[in-house]
Structures are given as C-alpha cells and as structure tokens.
C-alpha cells in the first residue's frame, strides 16, 4: 500500500532542497547497527502542537523514496490536523526495510529515538506497523497513541475515520445532488478492509446501492453476504457508472490512466493520497465536473480518535461529534472551490495552512 504520489515537485539529490521545497521544520535520521534500525522521522510544522503521524515499515528501493514518502507524508498530517481543528502539527516515520526485520529490540530502539524527541513527534500505527509493534514502541516513550483497549489506549481509529468520510460524502452528495440523502444513490466502495467494511454499513443504513471490490474474494463473499452489495472486479470499478465513486484502498487511484474512465459524479472515500498528482488531477477532476472530496480533510476521524488519547481526554461521544464536524468543513471547501474557481484539494489546503497562519499569530501574544 505504498503511497508515494508527484504531489510535489521535489529537487532530487539535495535534502535541504526537499525540506524547504516542502517547508519542513526537522528531518531526524535514525540508525542503530545492532538492530538493523534504519527509520527517518519527519517533523513539518509543529506551530499548532506537537506533530502526531503514524510510522509506516516499507522496503523503499532507495534512501531518497523513503525521504520523499517521509517528508510527502508529514506535510499532508499538517494539513488534516489543521482542518480537523486539532492542536497537533504535521509529522510521519518511515521505517526502511521488510516488516520481517521487527522484534523486540527494533522496535524499543525506535521506540527510544521517538522518547529524544522529547514530544515533539508524536507517533501511531500507519502501513506495516500493527497494534503489538506499537506495545514495544510505548515502553520506551510516550509520545504514542493508537493502542489498544486493554493497554489503556482508544483502540481501532477505523470505526472513527469511516464515520468522518460517512460525513465527506454526504457533504459531497449534498453540492453534487443538492441534497445530501444517500438513499437509491450506488456508491463504488474501493476496498473492504477496516475503512471500507465499517463505511459500507453507514451507506447500507441509509439505503444506498453498493458496489463493492477488493483483491480478497473472501472479504467480498463475506460482506456482499451480509449487506446485499454487489461484488465487482477491480479492474472495472473505474468504468462502471455509478453517483459516488468511494476510495478505501490504496493511494494515487485517481491517475492518468482512470481518471478519463470515471463515470461519476463524486469522489470521496478513506484511502490517503488519491490524486496521483494533487495539482494536475485535482484540476482535472473540477473541469470534469465531478466533486471531490479531498481525502486528507475527509479521513481525519482517525487522528482527531489517536489526538484525544493522546491528550489523555478521551471521550468516545466528543470524537464522534468533532468527527461530525467533517460534514460542514466539507461543505465550506467545495463551496470555496467553486467561488475561487480551484481545486477542492486546493482550497482545503488554503483552508489549513490559514488556521496555521493566524494561530501562529495568536501564540506570539504573552
Ligand atoms: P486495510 O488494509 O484494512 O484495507 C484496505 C483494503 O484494500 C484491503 O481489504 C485490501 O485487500 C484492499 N485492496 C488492496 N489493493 C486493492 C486493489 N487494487 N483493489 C481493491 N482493493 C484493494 O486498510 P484501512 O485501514 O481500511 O485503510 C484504507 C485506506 O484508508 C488506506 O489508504 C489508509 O491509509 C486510509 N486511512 C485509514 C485510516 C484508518 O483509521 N484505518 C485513517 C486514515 C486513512
């Protein structure tokens, strides 16, 4: 599930190009010979508050991917945290290499590379990273969130992220259709893992027509089984005509090669990174006519869930609540997209950077 997208235009061969390309505050370069550890933590804007983003474990093939995932990956937590309202700022790890090389040790020494940083990264369960990784992490440090229920954590953010793309799309529904009831709409759900399975239980609710794929056939049966979705093959997901088109899967699904095949009239699903290029397929998708709903603002249930057990005020009513919040941020953007003539993903990052900008302000007052 790797996510690199040409989101940024990004000066190969200089570190030091890329960090202010992007604007980022701190790269830490993490190394441990007796573990194998090889990790970069990337800090991009920490004026709102700490940086809290998840670690992914991946094989890059090179150092210079995994610095451009890394530094990629904060700059888009800046972002969904601003707009999710949350004091937190932007950062992510990666850690380099296959998941098989995690123990005890790898992860404790990662875990104390996180505990330097005396809270100024803040770290959570991204891509190959699982619930017992994150136990060894939490013995050396507690800057992380994200564990489970037995362990005094909030446990799984996914039933909290698929609430808030819930919320996206009706949002989305709303400016497309002028009304935002999903009932008789068909809705193409990409992927039916944690985001996808709970999603579709909130469109089966209010009665919409679900399409479903995935590349396991055994989660399909399962819930076109229990939901009446009908199962459809992933290669043709992007030429079947339906209203909503909902990616739970993968990033950069919105490329070249689909983006002239879509026969919708939204996007807006869980999956990071859909736009292969932000700039380009953002701009694409608004001539088309298709409203999108930008991923990073529509997939925050998840990190305003690891925020507020991290804060230690956990109250499972308030982060559905603030989760619910989604709907009328959505709302405000694509109204916004329409006024400005830019991209919906452009006016959510106009959106974000603004609050940053004046809480900055605020923060030099005594
Ligand atoms: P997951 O791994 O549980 O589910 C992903 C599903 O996509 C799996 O069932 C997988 O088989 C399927 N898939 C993979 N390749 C596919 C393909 N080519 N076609 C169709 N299906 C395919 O992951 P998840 O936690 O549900 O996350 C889904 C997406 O949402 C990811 O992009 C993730 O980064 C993003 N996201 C998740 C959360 C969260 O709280 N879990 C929060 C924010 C963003």
Not at 75 to 102: C, E
Not at 128 to 136: A, L, W
Not at 328 to 340: G, V, Y
């Amino acid at each position: 599930m790797l996510e690199i997208n040409a989101t940024e235009t990004v000066r190969e061969g200089s570190i030091f190009g890329q960090i202010s390309t992007m604007d980022h505050e701190q790269l830490v370069v993490c190394h441990d010979q007796a573990t194998g550890l090889k990790a970069l933590i990337g800090i991009h804007n920490t004026t709102l508050g700490p940086a809290l983003g998840g670690t992914r474990m991946w094989p890059y093939a090179s150092d210079a991917d995994a610095i451009t995932d890394v530094l990629r990956l904060s700059r888009g937590m800046t972002f969904k945290n601003s707009l999710a309202g949350l004091n937190l700022g932007g950062g992510k790890a990666v850690i380099i290499g296959d998941p098989k090389l995690k123990n005890e040790a790898f992860l404790r020494r990662f875990g104390r590379f996180v505990e330097s940083l005396g809270g100024r990264y803040v770290t959570a369960e991204d891509v190959n990273m699982k619930t017992s990784d994150m136990e060894y992490i939490a013995m050396e440090t507690r800057h992380v969130t994200g564990l489970p229920q037995l362990k005094g954590g909030a446990g799984d953010p996914s039933p909290v992220t698929a609430y808030g793309v819930y919320m996206g799309i009706k949002a989305a529904a709303k400016k497309a259709f002028g009304s935002d009831s999903l009932a008789g709409k068909k809705i193409g759900v990409q992927g039916v893992g944690q985001v996808g399975k709970y999603l579709i239980e909130y469109l089966v609710k209010e009665g919409a027509e679900i399409l479903i794929t995935d590349i396991f056939e055994d989660k399909l049966r399962e819930i076109s089984k229990a939901t009446g979705a009908t199962v459809v093959d992933p290669n043709v997901i992007y030429d079947l005509p339906m209203d909503i088109y909902a990616p739970c899967a993968l990033g950069a699904t919105i490329n070249d090669e689909t983006i002239d095949r879509l026969k919708c009239a939204v996007v807006a699903g869980g999956a990071n990174n859909q736009l292969k290029d932000e700039g380009k397929h953002g701009r694409i998708l608004m001539d088309k006519g298709i409203v999108y709903a930008p991923d990073f603002l529509i997939n925050a249930g998840g990190v305003i869930n690891v925020g507020a057990e991290y804060f230690g005020d956990y109250h499972r009513e308030t982060v559905f609540s603030q989760t619910e919040k989604i709907y009328d941020t959505c709302l405000t953007i694509l109204e916004k997209s329409e006024k400005e003539n830019i991209a919906a993903q452009q006016a959510a990052i106009d959106v974000a950077k603004a609050r940053i900008e004046a809480m900055g302000r605020v923060k030099l007052s005594f």
